[in-house]
């Protein structure tokens, strides 16, 4: 089974400084899709960066970019430029190519920014 | 609409009532999930819709969870004999290309079961 893992239940950044959130995944799949998910206090979950895992370059969206190592399965989010308003929970994901329409989730980590 | 609209926002319902909780999708997106985030957890899946096919129902916890999709457009989640173990937020998502193109998720309804 699919599981995805993020160890840093809560981090903190100063304003303006970058910081990477971490995400381990475990599959057997060769061709999946991997996300970012943002979650602010509304609770609506906001779609922060996807990549596909049959491309080698790093997605990159303005101030996040991911470090995407396939063969150690490890999938990091870096914010650059922190700004007050990442504040939020922010989840790994994960979803194989054919066939399963389900997302798996880790656990997320609650990142805070300090002014 | 420009989004997807959940309602209601919170719920309180005492332990063995029924809930229904109502997800309506962007126009035109043809997905529609329902996930449970439980205190400190990731989101759970519970069921999928797509167009007019037989949903996957394979995430619903028990019997006691079933939902419905109107018209190709509008969800409903019903909790039947609610227990304190369903105190969660229910996030519904839909989505026009599939789960691998990312979803657009509403703002949840937190059921408190007391």
């Known amino acids: 089974a699919q599981t995805v893992t993020q160890s840093q239940p809560e981090m903190s950044v100063q304003e303006a400084e970058t910081v990477t959130l971490s995400c381990t995944y475990d599959t057997s799949e060769s061709d999946y899709y991997l996300f970012w998910y943002k979650q602010p206090p509304s609770r609506q979950m906001i779609l922060v960066i996807r990549?596909?895992?049959?491309?080698?370059q790093n997605a990159t969206e303005n101030r996040f970019s991911v470090n995407f190592q396939k063969a150690a399965k490890s999938f990091s989010l870096k914010i650059s430029d922190s700004q007050l308003g990442d504040a939020a929970m922010y989840f790994c994901a994960y979803t194989t190519l054919f066939g399963n329409e389900k997302l798996t989730f880790g656990t997320g980590t609650r990142l805070t920014i300090i002014p | 609409g420009a989004g997807v609209s959940q309602s209601p926002s919170n719920k309180v319902t005492e332990k063995g009532k029924d809930v229904e909780l109502r997800c309506d999708p962007i126009?035109?997106?043809?997905?529609l999930y329902w996930y449970r985030q439980s205190l400190g957890q990731g989101l759970e899946f519970l069921i999928y819709?797509?167009?007019?096919?037989?949903?996957?129902k394979s995430g619903l916890p028990s019997d006691r969870f079933s939902a419905e999709r109107t018209g190709g457009s509008v969800s409903t989640l019903t909790i039947q004999r609610t227990q304190q173990e369903d105190s969660a937020v229910y996030l519904c998502a839909s989505s026009f290309q599939g789960t691998a193109y990312g979803y657009t998720f509403g703002s949840g309804t937190r059921l408190t079961v007391v």
């Open positions: 990549q596909e895992a049959y491309k080698q």
């Open positions: 126009s035109g997106h043809t997905a």
């Open positions: 819709f797509q167009g007019n096919s037989a949903p996957d």
